[in-house]
């Protein structure tokens, strides 16, 4: 599928250029109308250009009906054409909110306006629009008013089937879509009340009716193992089935590398790679090998050479952009690329050749890159290990692991050094580190929740993340030595407001943010260190990360803050990342001496389109895995209702406090008025509700007991109240030690 601009591959299918040799392109539609000072009518446009017969004008009102339909231009109520940005008019993406309102996010990333529930009763989520700023509030707040829908963002709806006094209805899945779907009569497919469906909006809401569709698909109960991630899969829009061209293009792929493939290659079969995965992981994309030098260390990382097969302007290359990663849920994986490539021909497999891009590093004792190439060659891993593994010879000495790796645990042990001293010019780097722990869904033979567990990284984990790191560094400097476009992984620094508003946060918990008005990662990674030890490390490093902005992918290099780096790429994952796919054609591009100006990175459209396309792919699948986790964290929780927890709070909000739970790592709300017989105010600058009449406080941080009260599966939401211990001082009454910062537990 082509990321060139819609209007392009619409007018070019009609050949509108093709019959109609005069008829003006829109950079010249739009010069006349910003010349003309004010709206123009459509037969002064058509005469302007000497368009007289019936053919030209359709196709003129063919192209202004594009420009309108993309938001460049808009008919007033005379029908005359003018341009929105000289109408005081702001285009953009509709943000709903599951309260009613929304938001209009401008396409030109100015302010967002505010859309009242009444404005939002013809609008969905997802939806392009036009509105006019109708008031602006003390504190610059604007608020707008909708003047046209120009792009409908939602054509089809997953959600559960309802049916109340006669009226059949889809409640959506997604929170911001805020309006129920009546479906049309006898356009239900039989579905039964309470069903997963999915439906096909046949006609958008207007401020008199909500929307109406017809259902396509019955997914059935909700109870059924694993339609959480056909939930997911669908809400999301998440491309599952291959097209046939791209299916026979794999098939037509060798299984094996042949003897022809590896001329010319660098033959590095004989040096003891290994891959480091998880335990279920079935697409390697990286293998490593470390020996010592005179000076320090050579490290070698081989990333699986995807761009060997998959070529610019296939079918295969079409469907990997068009995905632009891997999407990996609790049970399955949505690969990028067929399973035949992604854990087949590209998987550095052990005991088998494969094709790389090679880098190797030369590490200094100090932890320096010293010198750095690339190129194209091919392996023979030794061994496919796990991190567990890895983890047990390294830091536990566990002979028995030892013993079964064998040969391979002096090279890890080098491995280990080269890491060590690496890390240590990271943290002389000041880069961050979060720390976190994640929650690993396990899933028993029926496709059910058995366990919720930890996922705390361990030394295997760094090791290979600071191998990556110090690749993916080397190979942004190669493409900037060589002056090839890139796709640049970009993390800019935390704006202002964020800034203040950590500082806030951070002085309530004795903790000192340096660095003035521009802190930088080493100021950040000092506040991590001084906290490492405190038993609320998590959540102080959990509202340090949501005060930084996200890393996305942009052909501008602004440098990586969380990593403080000046240029870093995503080189190392090929299979599973269309980003280094590209990084690596770039390189080999380089290698076999081709010119800059030659390369082309992103066929038929420009390089800016494919990172905003593949940053939209990377949210996707973080918000579809994140919802179907919710989901089965909530169907965990369901045969607990009633049971005692102790939890920490790790939220606070005018309506309540968010509490996680010690043991199952879940997390819920405490409604405010399960608080007590109180009226509670939020104080937002030390991130606490305090009781008007008892001067109780729940703060951050605080240690709470709590019973769940209800578990909602559509809302993906667990509610609970305080656990009242029989001494009456209940929650929220501990006596606080005298350090504010410390020992809130």
């Known amino acids: 599928m082509s990321t060139s601009p819609p209007y392009l591959r619409r007018e070019s299918a009609r050949g509108v250029h093709a019959r109609i040799a005069n008829l003006p392109e829109r950079t010249a539609l739009i010069e006349f109308l910003a010349q003309s000072g004010a709206p123009v009518t459509f037969a002064r446009i058509a005469d302007a250009h000497a368009l007289r017969t019936p053919a030209a004008r359709e196709a003129l009102q063919r192209r202004l009906s594009a420009m309108e339909r993309d938001g460049q231009v808009i008919r007033n109520r005379r029908g005359d054409f003018g341009l929105i940005h000289r109408m005081d008019l702001v285009t953009g993406r509709v943000i709903g909110h599951r309260d009613g309102f929304g938001f209009l996010r401008p396409d030109d990333a100015g302010a967002d306006l505010f859309l009242s529930p009444r404005q939002m009763r013809s609008l969905m989520h997802g939806d392009r629009a036009v509105a006019r700023v109708v008031k602006v509030d003390r504190?610059?707040?604007?608020?707008?008013?909708?003047?046209?829908?120009?792009?409908?963002?939602?054509?089809?709806?997953?959600?559960?089937?309802?049916?109340?006094?006669?009226?059949?209805?889809?409640?959506?899945?997604?929170?911001?879509?805020?309006?129920d779907v009546h479906i049309s009569p006898g356009a239900d497919l039989d579905a039964g009340d309470g069903d997963y469906v999915v439906a096909r909006i046949t006609e958008p809401p207007t401020r008199r009716h909500p929307p109406i569709g017809v259902v396509e698909e019955v997914l059935g109960d909700r109870m059924l193992p694993g339609m959480e991630i056909d939930v997911a899969i669908r809400a999301y829009e998440l491309p599952v089935a291959w097209p046939e061209a791209a299916e026979r293009e794999a098939a037509a792929l060798p299984s094996e590398v042949g003897d022809g493939d590896v001329e010319g290659r660098e033959d590095l079969r004989g040096l003891g790679f290994v891959t480091i995965d998880g335990e279920d992981a079935r697409d390697f994309d990286d293998a490593v090998y470390c020996g010592r030098t005179a000076r320090g260390w050579r490290l070698m990382v081989a990333i699986a050479d995807v761009s060997a097969c998959v070529h610019p302007g296939t079918a295969l290359d079409e469907e990997a952009r068009l995905r632009g990663n891997s999407v990996y849920f609790p049970d399955r994986v949505l690969p990028m690329l067929p399973e035949s490539i992604s854990n087949g021909l590209c998987s550095l497999r052990p005991h088998e050749d494969r094709l790389c891009l090679g880098c190797e590093l030369i590490v200094t004792g100090a932890g320096r890159v010293h010198r750095s190439r690339f190129f194209e060659g091919v392996i023979r891993s030794r061994a496919r290990l796990t991190y567990t593994e890895v983890s047990g010879a390294l830091e536990r000495g566990d002979a028995g692991v030892r013993e079964r790796l064998g040969a391979?645990?002096?090279?890890?042990?080098?491995?280990?050094?080269?890491?060590?001293?690496?890390?240590?010019?990271?943290?002389?780097r000041g880069a961050i580190d979060f720390d976190m722990t994640e929650t690993r869904v396990v899933l028993g033979e029926d496709g059910r929740v058995v366990d919720l567990e930890p996922a705390a990284r361990n030394v295997a984990h760094r090791i290979i993340e600071e191998c990556m790191v110090a690749a993916n560094v080397a190979a942004a400097r190669f493409l900037e030595r060589h002056r090839l476009p890139a796709l640049f992984r970009i993390h800019?620094?935390?704006?202002?407001?964020?800034?203040?508003?950590?500082?806030?946060?951070?002085?309530?918990?004795?903790?000192k943010l340096g660095g003035g008005d521009a802190p930088e990662p080493r100021h950040f990674a000092a506040v991590i260190e001084s906290a490492a030890s405190r038993p609320d490390v998590h959540l102080i490093q959990t509202v340090m990360l949501r005060s930084l902005s996200q890393a996305v992918y942009a052909p501008d290099n602004v440098g990586h803050f969380g990593l403080a780096h000046r240029a870093y790429v995503h080189f190392t994952s090929p299979i599973r990342r269309y980003p280094d796919l590209v990084v690596h054609r770039a390189i080999r591009h380089a290698l076999r001496r081709g010119r800059p100006g030659d390369f082309e990175p992103a066929r038929g459209s420009s390089l800016a389109m494919l990172g905003d396309h593949c940053s939209m792919t990377e949210r996707?699948?973080?918000?579809?895995?994140?919802?179907?986790?919710?989901?089965?964290?909530?169907?965990?929780?369901?045969?607990?209702?009633?049971?005692?927890?102790?939890?920490?709070?790790?939220?606070?909000?005018?309506?309540?406090?968010?509490?996680?739970?010690?043991d199952v790592f879940v997390e819920?709300?405490?409604?405010?008025?399960?608080?007590?017989?109180?009226y509670f105010h939020f104080d937002p600058v030390r991130h606490r509700l305090r009781g008007e009449r008892s001067h109780r406080s729940f703060r951050l941080a605080d240690r709470m007991r709590v019973r769940l009260t209800k578990v909602?599966?559509?809302?993906?939401?667990?509610?609970?109240?305080?656990?009242?211990r029989e001494s009456g001082r209940g929650p929220g009454r501990r006596k606080r030690p005298g350090n504010r910062g410390v020992g809130r537990y």
């Open 620 to 662: 996707r699948a973080d918000d579809a895995t994140r919802d179907a986790v919710a989901w089965l964290k909530c169907e965990f929780m369901l045969d607990k209702l009633g049971e005692v927890f102790d939890a920490t709070i790790t939220g606070v909000a005018a309506f309540g406090v968010f509490v996680t739970l010690d």
């Open 492 to 511: 800019e620094g935390p704006s202002p407001d964020k800034v203040e508003e950590l500082r806030a946060f951070l002085e309530e918990f004795g903790l």
């Open 712 to 724: 909602d599966l559509d809302e993906r939401r667990m509610d609970f109240e305080p656990e009242i």
């Open 668 to 678: 819920g709300l405490v409604h405010v008025s399960a608080l007590g017989p109180d």
């Open 408 to 428: 391979v645990a002096p090279m890890l042990e080098t491995l280990r050094d080269a890491y060590t001293a690496l890390r240590r010019a990271r943290d002389e």
């Open 139 to 179: 504190d610059g707040r604007r608020e707008g008013a909708l003047v046209e829908v120009i792009e409908r963002g939602v054509v089809k709806v997953v959600g559960r089937f309802r049916r109340e006094s006669g009226v059949a209805f889809v409640r959506p899945h997604n929170s911001r879509i805020h309006q």
